[in-house]
């Protein structure tokens, strides 16, 4: 958008060293580990958790299907909720979920 600088008062630039300091992902990755082959279509952690009533909810508890950066954390987090109203044995009222 031409002139859009004029209007910006702080600008921050990203390194893999800020990902690093924030996220803790080794070596500043900023999208986590490598998307192979082998993880496109595996699972890497199980949404039910090894301790009673523990469930994960994130990118890394879907599909693996590479980077999909916030739609695939809400997708994990909805799943997850699905998962805790059947561990319930609630009634999911919040439209078709497929899993």
């Known amino acids: 958008m031409p002139g ?3 209007y910006v008062k702080t600008k921050v630039i ?3 060293r800020t990902f690093n300091r924030y996220t803790l992902n080794k ?4 999208y986590g580990w490598l998307s192979s082959n082998d993880q496109i ?3 890497v952690f ?3 958790g090894s301790i009673q009533n523990m469930f994960l909810a994130g990118h890394w508890c879907t599909a693996g299907t590479g980077q999909g950066g916030v ?8 799943s997850a909720a699905l ?3 059947r561990e319930e044995k609630k009634e999911w009222r919040y439209g078709n979920l497929l899993l």
Do not use: C, H, N
């Open 71 to 78: 739609p695939k954390s809400i997708y994990s987090g909805r």
């Open 14 to 16: 990203g390194t893999p």
């Open 46 to 48: 199980p949404q039910k």
């Open 4 to 6: 859009i600088s004029k």
């Open 41 to 43: 279509d595996s699972f």
């Open 83 to 85: 998962l805790v109203m």
């Open 27 to 30: 070596e500043g990755a900023a």
